[in-house]
T-cell receptor, first 109, second 110 residues
């Protein structure tokens, strides 16, 4: 069964304390892995697409990486405005998109 | 600006009532989707449409209905048959990938 699991469920960081969020997946054929940011009461905002193992994408303090079994979202020197829920989604070989439950990130000043 | 507009932002349903959630996009995307988001769960697909006048059931279609009469519009009706409708509903659209989302409608029961 196709599955996407994100960990941890919640992460509390001090401002400037770098860390990583994990997205592990078991799917029948990978046609893309997507990271989104979601603020409370808002829709998900697209961040990155990764297609193949070894690929990396960066945007400001965020860097996404991909292996054959998982993806990491690295957050370098986070600020309070980085606080949000980060969602991972995988598009399978059957052209279905499966979302993880998300990681809630809290960054304290 | 191009984007996806969902309305209303908040909606209340009475017992036995059908309610309709609006989704409009001006991104010229062919595909549109409806998801339901509950606390602690991933987004679950209700219905999707890849072309005008055609749509398919997703994983949790029971108690919901949709129409796709125009490329720009994909309204979702939550019928009285949906016994647990309280949730955050998200509409999305895509050309190829990724999907882009509206800002959601929060539906509650009166």
């Amino acid at each position: 069964e196709d599955q996407v699991t994100q960990s941890p469920e919640a992460l509390r960081l001090q401002e400037g304390e770098s860390s990583s969020l994990n997205c592990s997946y078991t799917v029948s054929g990978l046609r893309g892995l997507f990271w989104y940011r979601q603020d409370p009461g808002k829709g998900p905002e697209f961040l990155f697409t990764l297609y193949s193992a070894g690929e990396e994408k960066e945007k400001e303090r965020l860097k996404a990486t991909l292996t054959k079994k998982e993806s990491f979202l690295h957050i370098t020197a986070p600020k309070p405005e980085d606080s949000a829920t980060y969602l991972c989604a995988v598009r399978t070989g059957g052209f279905k998109t499966i979302f993880g439950a998300g990681t809630r990130l809290f960054v304290k000043a | 600006d191009g984007g996806i507009t969902q309305s209303p932002k908040y909606l209340f349903r009475k017992e036995g009532q059908n309610v309709t959630l609006s989704c409009e996009q001006n991104l010229n995307h062919d595909a549109m989707y409806w998801y339901r988001q509950d606390p602690g769960q991933g987004l679950r697909l209700i219905y999707y449409s890849q072309i005008v006048n055609d749509f398919q059931k997703g994983d949790i279609a029971e108690g919901y209905s949709v129409s796709r009469e125009k490329k720009e519009s994909f309204p979702l009706t939550v019928t009285s048959a949906q016994k647990n409708p309280t949730a955050f509903y998200l509409c999305a659209s895509s050309g190829d990938q990724p999907q882009h989302f509206g800002d959601g409608t929060r539906l509650s029961i009166l």
